[in-house]
Structure formats: C-alpha cells, structure tokens
C-alpha cells in the first residue's frame, strides 16, 4: 500500500430506545469494555464460566506469539451446553429447531428430542468406527438431520468439515483430501427453486481418489432410497437402527480441534482454518448472549448456511448454547416470490433475524411492497455480515424491515475470528456505513503497514492487537499460512480489510486490502465508491475494480446492476459519474461504468473482485471453485 489516505465520513446516527440497553444481558458497552481492558483474564474467566466445563482451566491465556492456548487444562464437550443442559434445567420441550422446506413442509424438534437424536447419531458413528480426532466431511443440504449429525460429530470428538453444498466435485474432492476425511455424509438431494438437484453423484465423484474415505452415509429423501451402489454407502436412518440413544459425551480438552472450515484464499487452495473446542464454545456463547441479546423466547433466524462459518456460530453452536429457538430453512429469498422470507418471518414469530447485504439490496431492487405485505412485528432485532452494509441498504432495513424500531447489528467478523468482533452494541448510537466499535474482549485498530496506530479519518488496515478465545488456532496441515496472519504487520493479527474509524471510535468496513484501488497515489476502498453509487436512485448494486492508467497508475472502472425500470444510457454513465465526483470527490470518479445484469459472487454471495478484474486484463481467472454458477 503507498500513503495512507483520507476517507469522508458522515456523522449521521440513530439512537435506538434505551429500553434496549436497560434490558439487555451486556448492559451499558463502555463500562464493560473498561472492565475487559483493567482484566481481560478476569473478563474471558467470567465469560467460559458461562459454558458447561467437565474439568476448570488452571491458566486462562498462554500467549507465545503467534500461537495461543486458551483456558489449559480444562476439558468440555460443547454439545452438553448446547443439549445436555437445557434438557436438564427445564427447557426440555422447548423448541430447539424450526426447519421449513421450499414446499412449506416444516418439521419441529424440541430440546430433548434433538438432544436424543444427536446422542443416537453420536453412536451411529462410533458403530462405523468413527473416533475421536477423525475427520467428517460433510456436504448436505440445510436439514434438521445435518444439525443433529454435526452435534453428533461434536459429541464423540470428531472433527467436521462442511462444504457448502452448492460447491462442485473438484472443489469437494480437494476439501476432502486436504481434511483426509475418513467419513463424508450427505443427502441424495437437495432442493432448489423448485428443482430436486442431486448431490449423490457430486460425492460420487469427489470421492474417487480420495483414498481416505472408508464410509459415504447418505440420507435418502425421495423416494429413490436406499440403492445404494457400493459397499462404501451407508443409508442414513438404517444407521440408526437398534442404536442406543444415550452417548455420554468425549472429554475435549479445550485446545482440542472441533471443526475445520474451508476458505477462500486469494490464490491456490482454500485453507482448512481450525477452531478450537474451549475458546470458540467460549466465543460463540459470549457473543451470542451479549450481543445478540438471545433470551428465553427468542427466535432466532440467521439466514446463512451451514456451509459457512456464520452458519456455524449463529445457526448452531451460539444459539443452542443460549438455548433460543433456531429457525433453518432450504429456501431462496425470492422463491416463488420474494415475499417468501417475510412469509416466514410472520409466521414463525422470528425474533432476531440475521442475513446479508446481498440480500437486502436484492431485496430493495424489488421493492418494499413484498415486505410490507407481511407483519415484521415480532423482530426485535436486525443483524447484517458478510460485507459492508452501505447507508442506502442501512436506511432501507431498519426503515423497511426494522420500522425504524429495531436496532440493526452490522457485524463485522471473518472464518478466522470465529464470533463477532465489531459491532454497534445495542443501545449504542448507529451509524449507517460503520459496522460500530470492538466488542468488550476485542482490541482492534486500524493500522499503517508498520503497525502505526492511524487518527480518525485515515484508512488503513484492520488489526486485532490481541489474542481472543474463538481465534483459529492454525489453518489445517499449514502452520505457515497461518504463522502470516500474525507476522505481517508487527505482533498484530492481520484481517486483510481495509477500515477507518471515526472521531467516536466507530470502524467502517471499506472492502478487502487486496481489492484495494490506487488512483494516482490515493487508496481507494472498493465499499466506499460502491456505496456511493449504490446512494444513486438507478443503482441496485454496484462492484468496482481498478484498472491499469497511464497516468493515474490506477483508474476505478464500476459495474453497475440497474434498479427495474431503468436502462443504460450515456446520460445515466454522467450522472453516476458526476455522483461520485459530489460524494467521494474527482479520485474516485469511475473512468468506465459498465451496465452489467449479474455480478460474479462467491456462493456465500461475496462480490468477486478479482474474477471482473481478470476478465478485464484477459488474464487467468485463477481458482474458480468458491464462484457461484
Ligand atoms: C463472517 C464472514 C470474512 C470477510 C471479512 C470482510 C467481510 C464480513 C462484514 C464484512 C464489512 C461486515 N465482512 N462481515 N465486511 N462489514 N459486517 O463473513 O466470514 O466468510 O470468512 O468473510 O467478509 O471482508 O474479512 P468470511
């Protein structure tokens, strides 16, 4: 990165109810994040308290830079207090599990049923020899069964990987190899916009040269079942016969690894980031708690998948371990209508509802007349990740969605963090464009490349300047990779986005540092010429690249979805162009805009940067395997 570079930032800010903060389990931000700083042991102490311990940690922290251990000594499994112990304080037959299909088909699990299913499952496992430490590979559709075997991997100590079930056979087959897999568990199909689409045959193919695996367990949902081809498959529920329905749980030490998940890297192979047993069961409970506020009658629909490691902390284990009700569904937003989600939202009495900007702005490209056919009462609280949220998909959520009402939580977080990390607590003031301030047990700061703490106003680079329980312990089978994250800018975690911060402490997100755009000396995030085009009444999304400018170094060339009922024209380009110049200034003004009908996205419906500048300069489009089709 050249000089580090002046960022506008607007000060607008909505203050919720202060009801919010009065009732809320973190009370008022600052005095807790005061108490954290004077002793963060003593803070991280109270918080793992929290969870259900089988033997107490001696030491909290053991920092040897870049490698953490988190509460040693003591032991857990994460499903007792995800399970074990809300079916012995009285919340056995509360509901655990929503799950809605594409069809409107719902099926329901209390608390004790799904604590028995994943105890029966946990010895369907061990009864194919599974043991504590082996790799799962799992690639299935969002079922209530894929919750109760992923608890079932917890509960015996196995660690599991989960694919996204959108991902292809190579991108399968490179996960399953990498992880050694000895068991890969999947549906015959799962469903889409009214498609059956068969992943079956995907695992076929993945599977072959993965020496590995000894078992494919296959749950079978239409009728087609249980053919299964060769001697490697196993049928889901014939698995569970005569099986007893008591598993007591592994003792885990808390340094122990619980689950792989795979990410995208910029280049090569994803990476296989590990999280630990003690201090992500610490992370995710914290955070779900304190900042999600989940009580007793919350439900709690987060609209990722489990593929993802947001589906992993706010469907799963954060939630479970707050005992709130959780919602899952295999539905698309917009099908058979884009009223399908608020449908939802209505009629299961979702609480707190979590999802992405992809999705709002898909949302408001239709328009508020879905939405407002529904009644969104019962939401108390909105979330948002996975990219920036710009103010204009700010103000349509909490205007449209939240009625002005409720607060909105932008959540910034990554695979590696494990649980939220920056975030406006509630009761805190929230400013549109600014994802809010570190959660009491984060240090973060926004950086120059020597580690040089920036003043407000200045962008730079995202550190987290201190070690956290949830933090991944190592990337799979790669210590070096990992080691990077640590030794890139002094002794400080490197996040890899670029971010300012405000007179108030207050970080805005402005898009990966590698995305980043030189425009004659001046670095320019992505998010914040994006966010101003998207301000533009035409613009329904917008993804911009630098590139090559004899002069300039670097040009910003935009890519620009259209809002219905708007079409290219020259007139339009000027305008947009003029836009940014007003909003941003002369810098940022986009050298080409280019009126495109889809943007690549990653299947987590991230932006794709690097695939609209390879195609650009005609160069290789490098690893393809995390783009959506
Ligand atoms: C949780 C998750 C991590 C990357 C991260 C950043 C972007 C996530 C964001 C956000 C702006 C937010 N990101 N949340 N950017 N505001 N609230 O998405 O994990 O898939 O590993 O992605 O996503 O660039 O570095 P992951």
Known sequence: MSENFEVKVDSKSYIPDPAYREQSF????????????????????RMAKEIEWIKPWTKVLEWNHPYARWFTGGTLNITTSCLDRHVKEGRRNKLALIWRGEDGEERVYTYRQLHRDVMRFANALK???VQKGDRICFYMPLVPEHIIALLA????????SIVYAGFGAEALHSRIRDAEAKVVITADVGKRRGKVISLRSIVDDAVRNAPSVEKVIVLCREKCSVE?????????????????????????????PLFILYTSGTTGMPKGIVHSCGGYATGVHYTAKYLFDLKENDVIWCTADTGWITGHSYIVYGPLSV??????????????????????????????????PTAIRMFMRVGEEWPNKYNLDSLRIIGSVGEPLNPEAFEWYYRVIGKMRCPILDTWWQTETGMHMITTPLGEPMKPGFAGVPIPGIIADVVDEE????????????????????????????????????????????????????????FMILGRADDIIIVAGHNLGTAEVESALVEHEAVAEAAVIGVPDEIKGQAV??????????????????????????????????????????????????????????????????DTSTLEE
């Not at 529920?237 to 749980?249: I, K, T």
């Not at 305008?575 to 943007?599: C, K, N, Q, W």
């Open 127 to 129: 009864k194919i020899g």
């Open 228 to 256: 299964l081809y060769s001697e490697m498959e196993e049928d889901f529920y014939s698995l569970l016969e005569g099986v007893s329905a008591d598993c007591s749980p592994e003792e885990m030490d808390a340094e122990e």
């Open 153 to 160: 991997c917890a509960r015996i100590g196995a660690i599991h």
């Open 26 to 45: 973190l009370g008022d931000y600052k005095a807790v994040y005061k108490e954290f700083i004077q002793d963060p042991d003593e803070f991280w102490s």
């Open 451 to 506: 580690g040089n703490s920036l003043p407000p106003g200045q962008g730079g680079l995202l550190v987290i300047k201190k070690p956290w329980p949830s933090m991944m312990r190592t990337v799979y089978r790669n210590d070096e990779r990992y080691k990077k994250y640590w030794n890139q800018i002094k002794d400080y975690y490197a996040a890899g986005d670029l971010a300012v911060k405000d007179e108030d402490g207050y």
């Open 557 to 622: 060339k935009a890519f620009v979805i259209l809002v219905k009922g708007y079409t290219p024209s020259q007139k339009l380009v000027s305008e947009l162009t003029y836009h940014v110049r007003m909003s941003i200034g002369p810098i940022a003004m986009p050298a080409a805009i280019e009126f495109v009908d889809t943007l690549p996205r990653t299947r987590s419906g991230k932006i794709m940067r690097r695939i609209l500048k390879a195609k650009e300069m005609n160069m290789d489009l490098g």
């Open 323 to 356: 005992g709130a009700t959780v919602v899952i569904t295999e539905t698309t937003p917009d099908w058979p209508d884009p009223g399908i989600w608020w449908s939802i939202i209505e009629e299961l009495g979702v609480t707190l509802f979590y999802t992405a």
